[in-house]
């Protein structure tokens, strides 16, 4: 009979046990060959691993081995003796004196793109395409890795401020936002949707656990073909009770988005240099009212007001490039945006009901959050779906969290894909999403 009972230790080291044990040592690693550099006498092989990629040096004689069997994308195992080389990644190099093929590529395939380049100069339709492959690129796992960070630091700051993660269905029967864009589903039958957001299971959760997030995917049907649309991406969401405005959930993502960038200056400072990163200030942030927005960017950029219900993707650059001039802010929240462009669950502002209590968060003059404080009363919540046209008994489930009390409580939920997007400077937010979904895209 044999047992299971923990990890046993191999013999294989990682890449900070080399950095901590120095030179001079034998050593006996893993990896996948990410490039081969012949130079007759002697030849440069370089493995790509989780942790990095290490330089090894074969040489005519010394190792036991036909170079020449060896093919980029092969995984193998190495053992040799560390050599310190200021000019190798990691500041060290392995002298081989074995080499064990693991395994090998389909005979006759070569790498369809050049994936050891520093940077892949190829068009991101290319990239796309061939995705499994492009991504074992440095430059490109740098960008997840970092991505991965964000995600860290958002749930961990989310933790340390006492909220339950949880997770919701993304198979749903009503559609939280409204409007069409939604992906319809034939459900045992029934007529069901992918989940546009967690909205309304965050706010049943509030009254469950007072202050709730969740990490997980957002579907839009939404025929864009933009460089800042998706139709699958992440969401970063959070919802909270007990708060004395909607200034609280900007404090709470304003608080999150420093500590964030903290980390990944401490954590992933690797790929942030990598990359050529530095990661923008967030210990402020300015606010602005929507209408106040509208105004500031038209008399100072000469742009009339086209519509004055919702901003313009050129207004948001423009907005972003006057709190960049002005108060050399990366970040700015427009406030009040008017409530016929909001969800029926939004606060109207009691001073002017044409507004809500919302916010959007901009960055770099993209909107990549949107929040605000929440409907808690039966009455007002029952009040304005009546108002909007709307049936109460198609949302007598979400109307319960009402009926048996609520406190007053808000949210919001942050695109992923389009701060990673923004944070690495990219043009496209397919850059900054593994298996991009888009109009025309489904696979790989």
Same mark, same amino acid.
């Given at each position: 009979?044999?047992?299971?009972?923990?990890?046993? =230790?191999?013999?294989?080291?990682?890449?900070?046990?080399?950095?901590?044990?120095?030179?001079?040592?034998?050593?006996?690693?893993?990896?996948?060959?990410?490039?081969?550099?012949?130079? %007759?006498?002697?030849?440069?092989?370089?493995?790509?691993? *989780?942790? &990095?990629?290490?330089?090894?040096?074969?040489?005519?004689?010394?190792?036991?081995?036909?170079?020449?069997?060896?093919?980029?994308?092969?995984?193998?195992?190495?053992?040799?003796?560390?050599?310190?080389?200021?000019?190798?990644?990691?500041?060290?190099?392995?002298?081989?004196?074995?080499?064990?093929?693991?395994?090998?590529?389909?005979?006759? $395939?070569?790498?369809?793109?050049?994936?050891?380049?520093?940077?892949?100069?190829? $068009?991101?339709?290319?990239?796309?395409?061939?995705?499994?492959?492009?991504?074992?690129?440095?430059?490109?796992?740098?960008?997840?890795?970092?991505?991965?960070?964000?995600?860290?630091?958002?749930?961990?700051?989310?933790?340390?401020?006492?909220?339950?993660?949880?997770?919701?269905?993304?198979?749903?029967?009503?559609?939280?936002?409204?409007?069409?864009?939604?992906? #319809?589903?034939?459900?045992?039958?029934? #007529?069901?949707?992918?989940?546009?957001?967690?909205?309304?299971?965050?706010?049943?959760?509030?009254?469950?656990?007072?202050?709730?997030?969740?990490?997980? !995917?957002?579907? =839009?049907?939404?025929?864009?073909?933009?460089?800042?649309?998706?139709?699958?991406?992440? &969401?970063?969401?959070?919802?909270?009770?007990?708060?004395?405005?909607?200034?609280?959930?900007?404090?709470?993502?304003? %608080?999150?988005?420093?500590?964030?960038?903290?980390?990944?200056?401490?954590? *992933?400072?690797?790929? /942030? #240099?990598?990359?050529?990163?530095?990661?923008?200030?967030?210990?402020?942030? !300015?606010?602005?009212?929507?209408?106040?927005?509208?105004?500031?960017?038209?008399?100072?950029?000469?742009?009339?007001?086209?519509?004055?219900?919702?901003?313009?993707?050129?207004?948001?650059?423009?907005?972003?490039?006057?709190?960049?001039?002005?108060?050399? %802010?990366?970040?700015?929240?427009?406030?009040?945006?008017? %409530?016929?462009?909001?969800?029926?669950?939004?606060?109207?502002?009691?001073?002017?009901?044409?507004?809500?209590?919302?916010?959007?968060?901009?960055?770099?003059?993209?909107?990549?959050?949107?929040?605000?404080?929440?409907?808690?009363?039966?009455?007002?919540?029952?009040?304005?779906?009546?108002?909007?046209?709307?049936? +109460?008994?198609?949302?007598?489930?979400?109307?319960?969290?009402?009926?048996?009390?609520?406190?007053?409580?808000?949210?919001? &939920? +942050?695109?992923?894909?389009?701060?990673?997007? =923004?944070? /690495?400077?990219?043009?496209?937010?397919?850059?900054? $999403?593994?298996? !991009?979904?888009?109009? $025309?895209? /489904?696979? !790989?």
């Amino acid at each position: 009979m044999e047992f299971i009972s923990g990890i046993k =230790r191999k013999d294989t080291v990682t890449i900070s046990e080399i950095l901590e044990n120095g030179a001079g040592n034998t050593v006996e690693l893993t990896g996948a060959v990410h490039t081969i550099r012949d130079m %007759s006498e002697f030849a440069f092989v370089v493995l790509r691993r *989780y942790d &990095g990629v290490v330089q090894c040096v074969f040489e005519e004689g010394k190792v036991n081995f036909d170079i020449k069997s060896l093919r980029e994308g092969a995984t193998v195992k190495v053992n040799g003796e560390v050599n310190l080389e200021d000019r190798a990644p990691n500041g060290f190099e392995i002298r081989l004196k074995n080499i064990t093929v693991l395994s090998q590529p389909a005979k006759d $395939s070569t790498m369809p793109i050049p994936i050891s380049k520093w940077k892949l100069s190829t $068009s991101l339709e290319t990239k796309m395409a061939l995705r499994p492959v492009a991504l074992r690129n440095i430059r490109e796992r740098a960008k997840f890795k970092i991505q991965e960070g964000i995600v860290r630091g958002f749930r961990d700051y989310m933790f340390r401020q006492n909220f339950t993660e949880i997770r919701t269905p993304k198979i749903v029967a009503g559609n939280a936002e409204g409007g069409a864009n939604v992906f #319809k589903l034939e459900y045992f039958g029934k #007529k069901a949707f992918l989940a546009q957001s967690p909205q309304f299971y965050k706010q049943t959760m509030v009254g469950v656990y007072d202050r709730v997030f969740e990490v997980g !995917p957002v579907f =839009r049907a939404e025929k864009h073909n933009t460089t800042r649309h998706l139709n699958e991406y992440t &969401g970063l969401d959070f919802e909270m009770g007990y708060i004395d405005s909607f200034y609280d959930i900007m404090e709470m993502e304003q %608080s999150m988005l420093d500590y964030t960038f903290e980390f990944l200056n401490t954590e *992933y400072a690797k790929e /942030l #240099k990598t990359l050529g990163v530095t990661l923008p200030n967030a210990k402020k942030i !300015p606010t602005v009212r929507f209408d106040e927005a509208k105004k500031l960017v038209s008399e100072k950029y000469d742009r009339k007001i086209k519509n004055p219900y919702d901003l313009e993707p050129e207004e948001e650059i423009l907005i972003g490039q006057y709190f960049k001039e002005e108060f050399d %802010s990366d970040f700015v929240f427009v406030t009040h945006y008017p %409530s016929k462009k909001r969800p029926f669950y939004a606060m109207d502002d009691p001073e002017d009901t044409k507004f809500t209590l919302s916010f959007d968060l901009l960055f770099k003059g993209m909107e990549i959050t949107t929040g605000g404080q929440r409907i808690h009363s039966y009455e007002d919540q029952v009040t304005k779906m009546q108002e909007r046209g709307m049936d +109460i008994e198609d949302f007598t489930h979400f109307l319960m969290i009402h009926k048996h009390g609520m406190p007053p409580h808000g949210g919001l &939920g +942050i695109g992923l894909e389009r701060l990673t997007m =923004r944070l /690495l400077d990219e043009t496209n937010v397919r850059e900054t $999403s593994l298996f !991009p979904r888009d109009v $025309s895209r /489904l696979e !790989p």
